[in-house]
């Protein structure tokens, strides 16, 4: 009997012939401009950590003096006993800077997205989003089943028709875009995008991973850039690109933010966990 996993060697073997196979990078230095991959010194141009935080002597300092005082780990999912005083006020931070009511924490952007998706909409309701959008927009979908209409990139004509021919279609409609797109580095055409979704009532949602700590006064992000305050309900961001760690959020309204609170933890207590809660969701 062959060994059961024995088709994914079939499968890296044929991406080497194909010469599509990828090998992972070993940074051996610290994240800089200058950085050491794999015994080789080299100009890292393909990196997220925009302002260089990843090695700022204020976030080092502050990590450390918080492993100190409560250790490396919080014991337990947010849901259950892990919710740290740390965690309540990255959050009141994030939200004043993002200039919104409330902000709700993950553990990497990619849950912001997928678990925020996945719970605002239902099989019956409506994703309408750029082609371009990023994957975790895309599973977040998946994961609640709604129906996905997807627009060229940037056509904000497109998603304008196709908010208007479900005008009469019952369900919800969620109109997103990235902020600025991850392969291509453009800016999305925001203030034309909210347009559309007021005028056709939908929900209007922006990642802006990649534009926070980039546009913006101060690094707010694509929303204040365009002064689009207010008219965005929901705002996903990432810790993990120009703040120069690890993590992911969601602001908006103190209602969405107790909404995903309560949300994921009626999943945690069906014996699932943030984010694997995204599972329990549509069914
Ligand atoms: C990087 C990225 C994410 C995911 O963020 P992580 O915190 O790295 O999981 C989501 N959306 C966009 C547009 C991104 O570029």
Redesign the pocket.
């Known amino acids: 009997m062959s060994h059961p996993l024995s088709y994914l060697h079939d499968q890296l073997e044929g991406w080497k012939r194909e010469g599509t196979y990828q090998r992972l990078r070993v940074l051996e230095s610290e994240a800089a401009a200058e950085s050491r991959f794999d015994g080789k010194e080299v100009i890292n141009l393909a990196s997220n950590n925009y302002l260089g935080l990843t090695t700022h002597p204020k976030l080092r300092e502050a990590a450390l003096e918080a492993v100190r005082k409560y250790g490396v780990g919080s014991g337990a999912v947010r849901t259950i006993s892990g919710t740290m005083r740390l965690h309540m006020q990255l959050e009141e931070r994030i939200a004043a800077f993002k200039n919104v009511e409330a902000c709700v924490v993950f553990q ?3 849950a912001a ?1 997928a678990g925020t998706v996945s719970a605002l909409l239902t099989p019956d309701d409506h994703i309408i989003s750029d082609e371009l959008n ?1 994957a ?1 927009i895309i599973d977040g979908c998946r994961l609640s089943k709604a129906k996905i209409h997807v627009f060229p990139h940037k056509d904000v004509g497109a998603a304008e028709k196709l908010l208007a021919g479900l005008d009469e279609a019952p369900g919800r409609k969620l109109l997103i875009s ?1 902020g600025v797109f ?1 392969m291509d580095g453009d800016i999305g055409p925001l203030p034309g995008l909210v347009e559309a979704a007021e005028k056709h009532g939908a929900i209007m949602m922006v ?1 802006d ?2 534009s926070s700590g980039v546009l913006g006064r101060n690094g707010r992000g694509t929303i204040d850039h365009f002064n689009l305050h207010g008219r965005v309900q929901v705002q996903v961001g ?1 810790l ?2 120009a703040i120069g760690v690890l993590g ?1 959020y969601v602001c908006g309204s103190r209602d969405l933010i107790e909404f995903l609170y309560h949300f994921h933890f009626a999943s945690a207590g069906r014996g699932c966990r943030l984010p694997g809660s995204l599972r329990c969701t549509g069914g």
């Open positions: 990497s952007g990619f997205n990023h975790s990235d991850s990642d991973a990649h990432t993990s690109k992911g």
